[in-house]
Nanobody
């Protein structure tokens, strides 16, 4: 009923920048919380940035001052601008959204397919 599609990943040298996008589509009534979860090789996904529908944001200490999360509610899209990238930022980045589907009273947690970010010299 709901699809999340990430884009914008790729290879970048340390110190470089990338901008990820995640667009939600389907029978969407509203989206509350949206967030980005990188999953490094061999490790679990961990939340690094989240944003509410009203625009309140929260960041993991590891990315504060380097990453910025924003969203466009009209487009059901969330973005992650990543600056000063480090090799340890290498991961598959997954988008998550708390979606209320049309006709449902309860929100669903929806995941995208992920986009690879590789930071290396």
């Amino acid at each position: 009923q709901v699809q999340l599609v990430e884009s914008g990943g790729g290879w970048v040298q340390p110190g470089g920048s990338l901008r990820l996008s995640c667009a939600a589509s389907g029978r969407i009534f509203s989206i509350n919380l949206m967030g980005w979860y990188p999953q490094p090789p061999g490790k679990h996904r961990e939340l690094v940035a989240a944003i509410t529908r009203g625009g309140s944001t929260n960041y993991a200490d590891s990315v504060k001052g380097r990453f910025t999360i924003t969203r466009d509610n009209a487009k059901n899209t969330v973005y992650l601008k990543m600056n000063s990238l480090k090799t340890e930022d290498t991961a598959v980045y997954y988008c998550n959204a708390e979606v209320r589907v049309v006709g449902s009273a309860f929100p669903l947690g929806c995941w995208g397919q992920g986009t690879q970010v590789t930071v290396s010299a």
